[in-house]
C-alpha cells in the first residue's frame, strides 16, 4: 500500500528509455528488453570480443550480454549506471548475464571475480565503483568471490569515453598493479568491466594479474561497443 501511493507521486521509469515502469516490470521495460541488442556471445566461444584480444592476452573465455551502439539502450543504461547512481542497473544485469554463463564450460574452473578497478580519488569523487554490482550479482549467482581489492589502479585519469584511441592506450600499462599473497596462485580470475572499447584497460589489468605465478584470465563485459 505505502510502496503503491510512493509509485504514486514518483512513479518508477526504464533505465533504458524513461517510459513508466508498469506492474512486474524492473529497472528496464519489457519493449526495451525486446529491443536491446544482445550479443550471445555465450554461444560462440570464438566470438568477436574473443577474438578482439588475439595475440594481446591469453584469455581463456570472453564475452559481454549487449552491444552498446551511440543513443541506444544500452548506452542510456550505461550512463545511468555510472554517472546518475543507479547501480541497480548492474544488479539487474547481473542476474540477467549470470543465467548464460552457468552454462559455460571454461568458466566452471573460476576462483574468484575481480572488477577493473577505480582509482581511490576517481572512487571518492563518484561514490561508488559502477562495476560493483554487476559484479556481486554474478558472484551471488554463480557462488564466486568478488574480490575488489587484488587489483590496483595506481594512477588516477580523467573519463576514458572523452579521450580519443590514443588517449585511452598511451602509457596505460603502468596503470595498474596487483596486491597478492600465495593463496592467489595458480587461479582461474574472471576479469570484469562494463563495456568493451579498444580493449586497452582490459588488457593491462590483465598483464598486473598474470604477475601472479599460474594465474589464468577470463573477461566479461555488460556491453560491447560496436560500430
Not at 585519469?157 to 596462485?185: C, P, W, Y
Request: glycine letters at 6%; aromatic letters at 8%; hydrophobic letters at 40%.
Amino acid at each position: 500500500m505505502f510502496e503503491s501511493v510512493i509509485n504514486l507521486f514518483f512513479p518508477k521509469v526504464c533505465s533504458g528509455c524513461n517510459s513508466f515502469l508498469v506492474v512486474n516490470e524492473n529497472v528496464i521495460c519489457t519493449v526495451c528488453r525486446h529491443d536491446i541488442p544482445l550479443t550471445n556471445h555465450h554461444l560462440n566461444p570464438e566470438n568477436d570480443a574473443f577474438k578482439k584480444f588475439y595475440g594481446r592476452i591469453p584469455v581463456l573465455h570472453t564475452s559481454a550480454l549487449f552491444y552498446f551502439h551511440k543513443k541506444g539502450i544500452v548506452q542510456e543504461l550505461i550512463h545511468n549506471l555510472k554517472y546518475k547512481g543507479h547501480e541497480e542497473i548492474g544488479t539487474i544485469v547481473g542476474e540477467w548475464y549470470a543465467e548464460d554463463l552457468k552454462n559455460i564450460q571454461l568458466l566452471q574452473s573460476v576462483d574468484e571475480i575481480i572488477p577493473v578497478p577505480l582509482h581511490r580519488k576517481k572512487l571518492k569523487e563518484r561514490g561508488y565503483n559502477q562495476v560493483t554490482a554487476f559484479g556481486e550479482a554474478l558472484s551471488s549467482s554463480l557462488n564466486l568471490v568478488y574480490n575488489d581489492s587484488l587489483l590496483i589502479r595506481n594512477v588516477y585519469s580523467k573519463t576514458q569515453s572523452k579521450k580519443n584511441l590514443l588517449g585511452r592506450t598511451e602509457g596505460i600499462e603502468t596503470v595498474f598493479d596487483v596486491s597478492f599473497t600465495a593463496k592467489d596462485h595458480h587461479k582461474h580470475f574472471l576479469l570484469i568491466d562494463d563495456v568493451i572499447t579498444t580493449g586497452a584497460t582490459l588488457e593491462a589489468c590483465s598483464h598486473a594479474l598474470l604477475k601472479i605465478p599460474g594465474a589464468k584470465i577470463s573477461v566479461i563485459c555488460m556491453a560491447m561497443a560496436q560500430s
